[in-house]
């Protein structure tokens, strides 16, 4: 602004940001940082309940729930080509002795590099999902807040109403509500993630989870009520959880989103967003 200079009319700093609501593209993530998302998509599992185990031997890593056969799964495999076929065959037979369903998730990066999706076509597995990680560099803008608009982070306190919202947006089974909010509440309490809410005359309406990694953070279980949809809402929260993995020191912040979902990609992109690499949920044949 001017110094109130009289008849001088007030002006932008020129440190001010551009006014624009896309930011520029930013430097696509290194190595490093490619290496510490995935391990991060693996972890982010650890917020459902798994136990994750490192197999220096198969050379991949044990995603495990322990509440039943359907959810557990192998993924970060760490194969060369010429040994992708055998090492396949030997995990496979592990789940199988183990009363599990073989299940892998793959970074299509890594598995074009190794031949893996083609070995694992050529044995008949599914391709049954796939998403996109994307990420970006620099703080989005945040709408303006509605004079009843109020933006809080979660506490062990108000966790229960975040997972509640959350059962409501994604359609979790009711029963492991508890469950659930034991975890997030431990989680907000322990700083191992971080989450927001936001509410309308008190009312929560949208959430959204950061959790801190190496150098960068992950966004997850981005969500609004539904009969809130289409206000700009889940727009603003991510733009929230946003700013706040950069202001607590990470080089950038990524999400996931499903490939196909256009409009949600259209709203991540508009924040910022870039994509990266993809991955896949593959199942063994019967």
């Known amino acids: 602004m001017s110094e109130g200079v009289p008849g001088t009319a007030p002006r932008r700093p020129a440190t001010a940001r551009p006014r624009r609501s896309i930011p520029e593209a930013s430097e696509p993530p290194t190595s490093e940082e490619l290496v510490a998302i995935e391990r991060q998509l693996a972890r982010l599992s650890e917020q459902a309940g ?44 592990r789940m199988r002795d183990a009363g599990v369903w073989p299940t892998a998730v793959v970074d299509e990066t890594t598995a074009d590099r190794v031949g893996l999706a083609r070995v694992l076509g050529e044995a008949g597995w599914l391709r049954v999902t796939a998403e996109r990680t994307m990420y970006t560099r ?98 603003m929260v991510t733009a929230i959880a946003v700013r706040a993995g950069l202001a607590t020191g990470h080089g950038l912040v990524w999400l996931s989103v499903e490939e196909g979902n256009d409009p949600a990609i259209a709203l991540y992109r508009g924040l910022g967003f870039e994509p990266s690499f993809a991955w896949s949920r593959w199942i063994a044949p019967v």
């Open 50 to 93: 798994a136990t994750l185990t490192e197999d220096e031997q198969l050379g991949l890593t044990w995603v495990r729930f322990g509440r039943g056969t359907a959810l557990d799964y192998a993924t970060g495999f760490r194969w060369t080509p010429d040994e992708a076929r055998t090492q396949l065959a030997t995990f496979t037979q």
């Open 138 to 235: 620099q703080a989005a803008v945040v709408p303006h807040l509605e004079a009843e608009l109020r933006v809080e982070a979660v506490t062990p306190d108000s966790a229960a109403e975040c997972v509640r919202l959350e059962t409501l947006v994604f359609g979790l089974p009711a029963e492991q509500l508890p469950l659930r909010v034991r975890r997030l509440t431990d989680s907000v309490r322990t700083g191992r993630l971080r989450a927001f809410l936001l509410r309308l005359a008190r009312e929560p309406l949208a959430s959204a989870r950061l959790t801190p990694g190496d150098g960068v953070a992950a966004i997850s279980a981005v969500g609004v009520a539904p009969r809130q949809r289409r206000r700009g809402y889940g727009r």
